[in-house]
């Protein structure tokens, strides 16, 4: 069965900084794209960052590009992304997600609702 576990989530002010870590299960990373999605009350879902492939790529939405850095440990099967510099607008539930098809094919999973696995998800708020 595969499974993602997230965790990291929380409320930090803005300008402050949060880890974010998935740990997968059931499969292995290296042939898997696995990255964050968020949603936020009211608005539509949005693909932050993904990583992913033999030959490793990646994508970052550009609201975080510069901010947030995606990273994964092949031996712990854990995918992280480290978000700086955290702005209110950045407040949503982040949802590890995971798709064998290939960061582009990650990326319309995420547009379209369709990904092979995805977690329970993590709140973070980022408020003063």
């Known amino acids: 069965q595969l499974q993602v576990v997230e965790s990291g989530g929380g409320l930090v002010q803005p300008g402050g900084s949060l880890r974010l870590s998935c740990t997968a299960a059931?499969?292995?990373?290296?042939?898997?794209?696995i990255g964050w999605f968020r949603q936020a009350p009211g608005k539509e879902r949005e693909g932050v960052s993904c990583?992913?492939?033999?030959?490793?790529?990646?994508f970052y939405a550009d609201s975080v590009k510069g901010r947030f850095t995606i990273s994964r440990d092949i031996a712990k099967n854990t995918v992280y992304l480290q978000m700086n510099s955290l702005q209110p607008e950045d407040t949503a539930v982040y949802y590890c997600a995971a798709d064998r098809a290939g960061v582009p094919g990650w990326e319309w999973g995420v547009r379209n609702g369709y990904l092979e696995v995805w977690g329970q998800g993590t709140l973070v708020t980022v408020s003063s």
């Open positions: 990583i992913g492939g033999s030959v490793i790529k990646t």
């Open positions: 059931g499969f292995y990373l290296d042939n898997y794209a």
